[in-house]
C-alpha cells in the first residue's frame, strides 16, 4: 500500500488528505497526471489558448449551418439522386463502392477481405462511378 497526498491529485483540496491506496491505483493517477501536464504542455507549445468553445460563438456558427428551404431540398433531392444511382449498380460494385466512401476502407483493406487483387478492387470502383455518371446523366 502506497500513501498518496490528495491535494496532488485534486487541486480544490484545500488541505492535505492522506490515504493509503494500492500500489496500481497510484502507478495509475501518476500516469493520468502525466497525460494531463503532457496535453498542457502541448496547448502552451502550439499556443492553443483559444477554444471554438468561446462565447462569440465562432463555434455555433462553424458548426450549424443554416440552410435555406430550397437548399434543404436541393440536397435532398441530391442524396435521392445518389443512392438510386447507387441502387442501380451490380451487386459488388455497390458494395465496394459503400465500403470504400462510406466506410472509409482502403483498396486494399477491401482486397483483402474478399481475398482478391487491389487492382480488381480498384477498377470495379472506378466502372461504378463511371456506372453512377451514366445513370445520372440519363436520369437527372
Known amino acids: 500500500m502506497k500513501r498518496i497526498n490528495l ?11 492522506f490515504v493509503e491506496v494500492a500500489a496500481a491505483v497510484e502507478d495509475l493517477l ?17 499556443k492553443a ?3 471554438l468553445d468561446a462565447d462569440s460563438g465562432i463555434e455555433k456558427n462553424v458548426v450549424l449551418l443554416v440552410l435555406s428551404p430550397e437548399e434543404v ?13 447507387i441502387n ?3 451487386e459488388k460494385q455497390a ?9 472509409d476502407m ?3 483493406q477491401i482486397a483483402k477481405i474478399e481475398g482478391v487483387n487491389k487492382s480488381r478492387i480498384s477498377r470495379s470502383i472506378n466502372q461504378a462511378l463511371r ?5 445520372l446523366k440519363i436520369n437527372f
Open 30 to 46: 501518476k500516469k493520468f497526471r502525466k497525460k494531463d501536464h503532457a496535453y498542457h504542455e502541448r496547448r502552451r507549445v502550439h
Open 73 to 85: 431540398h436541393e440536397r435532398k433531392m441530391s442524396n435521392q439522386e445518389l443512392y438510386a444511382a
Open 7 to 17: 491535494r496532488d491529485y485534486y487541486p480544490v483540496n484545500d488541505s492535505d488528505i
Open 106 to 108: 482502403s483498396k486494399a
Open 95 to 103: 458494395k465496394r463502392l459503400y465500403a470504400h466512401f462510406f466506410m
Open 88 to 90: 442501380s449498380l451490380p
Open 49 to 51: 489558448y483559444y477554444s
Open 131 to 135: 456506372n453512377i455518371e451514366k445513370f
